[in-house]
């Protein structure tokens, strides 16, 4: 795992075959997560500014969260059930009136996330086990921390040691971002028809303002 | 007719676990386009569904949700067919609701200029913004002039409210 720029993570032969086009795309950053700086909360409050009504009721025929939409749909998840990334971060900034500050993560996210209409996600680099990539569960395989065995045939983000997180769903425990975590990796899941260089932009983005505090 | 029969019967050395690995092989591929050409219909309709969706702000109550078919996993040529299913459904159910609000609103707005033409023959009738699906919280209502007064010699007006009440004002209300 290169600790530099963005890496190709892997697609299991039987989901890219079904799913032509779908990537995931991975970069680790050497810090955590923690309080945010006052600059981030301040670039995260123009960004709510920026962010109109209008803008909201467009996004979803946007080309890059409509592809979003598509590949849910295709997965067998409803959007308007379990919103995208994207959405759920815009349906959050309807509500209330801003997008909140939590943590130097969740709003490093929350920039890429909005600025790019690309979902990304973050775990501990430390706790993942080479590269990671997208495959199908096997029979009797299950998330950590969740009861009961994941139905087999579940996509799910996994790396040498076994599903990391659920395809744009749950993490597994010990998996995630805590406050114990010196470095972390930043994934994306790329649909087809989302421009690769709007995963970089993405995933840049997030490291920019993991990195900046 | 013969060349052909012969094109398509196995040549005489072939294995007969090869001819039928072959035909194995042509259905597979064939199930596959057929998933694919599924997965190419939930795209288009999805994205007819979003430019709906946004065609119909700021009218609210109208259903959207499709539902999912238990995921995330590789979908098969049947689950595939439902979410297609569903999804030409609710676009027809929304494009048919749309219709019918578009019709109302039209009818209401026609009222509304014949109300503001001649107030007295609309007596207490209010119309919103939302009656003519247009955003905000304005409305028309139609009512005597100087109150009782109005109501005596017939003098009838349009009064136009000014919009929606400041965050601050609501808050008030609530509490």
Known sequence: MSRGGLEAGWVAPDVAAELPGLALRYAVVDRGSGRSSRALRQRLRELSDRFSGAQAINLRHQDIPHAYRVLYRHIGLDPDEQPTPVEAAVLERLEHGGFRSRSVLDDALTIATVETGVAIRAFDADRVAGAPGIRASAPGEALAGRPGELPAGTLVIADDAGPVALLFGAVAAGRDVDRATSRTLLCAVRPRTVPELAVAEAIWLAREALEAG | ?175
């Open chain 2, 1 to 175: 007719m013969p060349e052909v029969l012969e094109q398509i019967r196995p040549a005489p050395g072939a294995a007969p676990g090869h001819a039928r690995a072959d035909r194995v092989r042509a259905g597979e591929a064939s199930r596959r386009a057929a998933r694919d050409d599924l997965r190419a219909q939930i795209a288009d309709l999805e994205r007819r569904l979003a430019e709906l969706f946004a065609a119909a702000f700021p009218r609210g109550g109208i259903d959207w949700r499709v539902g999912a078919a238990g995921g995330p996993r590789i979908l098969g040529t049947g689950d595939l067919e439902r979410v297609r299913d569903a999804l030409a459904y609710r676009l027809r159910a929304a494009e048919v609701e749309l219709g019918h609000r578009v019709e109302v609103e039209r009818a209401n707005r026609e009222l509304l200029a014949e109300m503001v033409a001649a107030p007295e023959r609309h007596r207490w009738i209010r119309i919103s913004n939302s009656d003519i699906g247009e955003p905000g919280c304005r409305h028309w209502h139609s009512r005597p002039r100087w109150g009782i007064l109005g109501m005596l010699l017939d003098w009838w007006r349009v009064k136009l409210s000014s919009g929606c009440p400041l965050p601050g004002c609501v808050e008030l209300a609530e509490a």
